[in-house]
C-alpha cells in the first residue's frame, strides 16, 4: 500500500499523518500502518489481502479532505472503497490518494451599528419653533 496526500495552500505533504486501521475482528490480528507521507511506514507495506482497512489522515488545521481515492499503482484502474474502508485482494499494489483543500478562512462580523438612546424623552424639539 502506498498513501500520498495531495493538497492546496502552503502545507506541505509530509504535515499529513496517513493511517489505515484493519477490522478489530481480523484473526490473526492485521498491521494497523501509520506515518507520514512518503515514509515506509506507509509506502510499500504488505498487508494481508481480505482485510478491511479504514484509511484516515490528520494534518495541519486550515484543510478540509476533498477526496479520497485509490488505484492498482501505476494505472487509472479504480479500487472500490466503502466510505473510507479499502479491503484489498491478493498480489494488489495499491495507491491512496487523499485530496486536500485549503478551508475558506471563517470571516471575522462587522460590528452593526446600534443608535444610542437619546438623553430627552421626546424627539429633539428643533427646527419646530415655540411661539411665546
Given at each position: 500500500?502506498l ?15 496517513l ?5 478489530k ?20 507495506v504488505?498487508?494481508?489481502p481480505?482485510?478491511p ?9 486550515g484543510?478540509a479532505?476533498?477526496s ?17 474502508t ?7 499494489d495499491?495507491?491512496?490518494t487523499?485530496t ?12 452593526t ?9 421626546h424627539p ?6 415655540s411661539?411665546?
Amino acid at each position: 500500500m502506498l498513501f500520498r496526500s495531495a493538497h492546496g495552500g502552503n502545507a506541505q505533504p509530509t504535515e499529513w499523518t496517513l493511517t489505515a486501521r484493519p477490522d478489530k475482528t481480523t484473526e490473526p490480528p492485521a498491521p494497523a500502518l501509520s506515518g507520514v507521507t512518503g515514509t515506509p511506514e506507509v509506502t510499500d507495506v504488505a498487508v494481508p489481502p481480505g482485510v478491511p482497512y479504514t484509511l484516515a489522515e490528520s494534518g495541519p488545521p486550515g484543510y478540509a479532505m476533498e477526496s479520497l481515492s485509490c488505484v492498482i499503482s501505476g494505472t487509472h484502474d479504480a479500487i472500490p472503497l466503502r466510505s473510507d474502508t479499502l479491503t484489498p485482494d491478493v498480489g494488489q499494489d495499491i495507491t491512496c490518494t487523499f485530496t486536500n483543500v485549503e478551508s475558506a478562512p471563517t470571516p471575522t462580523p462587522t460590528p452593526t451599528w446600534k443608535p444610542r438612546p437619546s438623553p430627552w424623552p421626546h424627539p429633539s424639539p428643533w427646527p419646530h419653533r415655540s411661539h411665546w
